[in-house]
């Protein structure tokens, strides 16, 4: 026995005395402070950037990215905050990562788009993705817009209202219809409206597509707008938010009701002007041309800077109704392992590719 007992003590004083070692090793927590307000000083305010921090854990580098997009002289950020991260079975929100995303945003001068969406398990039927929502769970998706809409009052002036329902997959892999659409923003706009008059509410973002009618993938992103107008949906949003991808094309190529490319905005335009709506507002909101050396649908390195900083330059000077231009994506938390990484303008580890000093040169920053 008393040598049980003097193996035990002896044992834990070793491990008490490794736990002292390595408490004086091991790196001190990072203390991350907002820091004083910034401003964004730009020669190009329609440039801005989807910053994709959704997923990003650490607090230093949600500053760290924030600070890098206003140093590179973009004014704007589309960010996610989903609904199935934060809300409660019993109305309750967790807003702790949104508040810290959205504190530095604010501090370092940029301008938020905010986009919702995902349901929560709670929300859904039994085995439905987290992009499932239908009519039974736009009362409570109201809630929880409503809800943001009123605690970030004066720090968010944007929401998105859901993303790409022209697409199946974003609708839970059922088949989409605009109607559907047009009857969850109105439930959505007003509820907003009421919790903050001030938010400026997107509809969209419409995905470009050439998906016919009864595709299982989707429908045909000036089909889908054309529907939602004919639907009444003018009367629920502020803007529109559109998706405008270059793929192999350069900016300034023609478009056409066949061909996705850059300028298939100017398509989209031509449906709002059909239904009168030359007032509002388009927000691009995820743009880019792609540098993977081995995806089809991608550029040179030297093609993306190029065909970006025309594309910049073909929207100041052509559309004045576009308000900003989102690139995707900023940066991931961590490499996708895939082409997504080469839409990217700095790497996880904030390594600023060339693409980012040629944006920062555009701006005037450098």
């Known amino acids: 026995m008393v040598q049980l007992h003097s193996l035990n ?98 501090i370092q001068g940029l301008t938020i788009i905010a986009r919702l969406g995902l349901t929560p398990k709670w929300a859904r039927p039994p085995d439905t993705p987290l992009t499932y929502l239908d009519a039974t769970a736009y009362d409570d998706f109201a809630a929880y817009a409503a809800a943001f809409a009123a605690r970030y009052r004066g720090q968010v002036d944007y929401l998105i209202i859901g993303n790409e329902p022209n697409l199946s997959y974003e609708w839970g892999y059922r088949p989409t219809t605009p109607q559907d659409y ?13 919790a903050n008059p001030d938010m400026i509410v997107l509809a969209g973002a419409l995905a470009p597509t050439l998906e016919p009618a009864g595709s299982p993938w989707g429908l045909n992103d000036l089909t889908y707008l054309t529907g939602m107008y004919e639907a009444g949906a ?13 793929l192999t094309f350069p900016p300034d190529a023609e478009p056409g009701p066949d061909v996705l490319n850059f300028r298939r905005i100017e398509l989209m335009r031509q449906v709002m002007l059909q239904y009168g709506d030359e007032e509002t507002h388009m927000y691009i909101t995820e743009t ?14 030297g093609q993306r800077i190029e065909y970006t900083r025309d594309a910049l330059q073909f929207a100041e000077t052509n559309w004045p109704y576009v308000a900003m231009i ?24 904030f390594v600023k590719k060339p693409i980012y000093e040629a944006i920062q040169s555009y701006t005037g920053n450098r």
């Open 9 to 106: 003590f002896h044992t834990g004083l070793r491990l008490f005395l490794l736990l002292g070692l390595l408490s004086l090793i091991a790196p001190a927590p990072i203390l991350v402070t907002p820091g004083p307000p910034q401003t964004v000083y730009t020669q190009h305010p329609i440039v801005g950037v989807h910053t994709r921090l959704t997923d990003e854990v650490e607090e230093w580098k949600i500053q760290r990215s924030l600070q890098l997009v206003r140093q590179m002289g973009a004014q704007w950020i589309v960010e996610f905050f989903p609904w199935a991260y934060y809300a409660a079975a019993d109305g309750g929100f967790a807003w702790g990562h949104p508040d810290m995303v959205i504190t530095h945003a604010y």
């Open 182 to 194: 047009v009857d969850l923003l109105a439930v959505v706009y007003p509820a907003v409206k009421a």
């Open 234 to 246: 003018a009367a629920y949003f502020d803007g529109l938010a559109v998706h405008s991808y270059g």
């Open 288 to 301: 880019g041309w792609n540098d993977h050396p081995r995806w089809t649908r991608a550029v040179r390195p």
């Open 326 to 349: 989102g690139i995707w994506a900023f940066r991931f938390p961590a490499p996708t392992k895939s082409y997504m990484d080469y839409y990217t303008l700095v790497t996880p580890e």
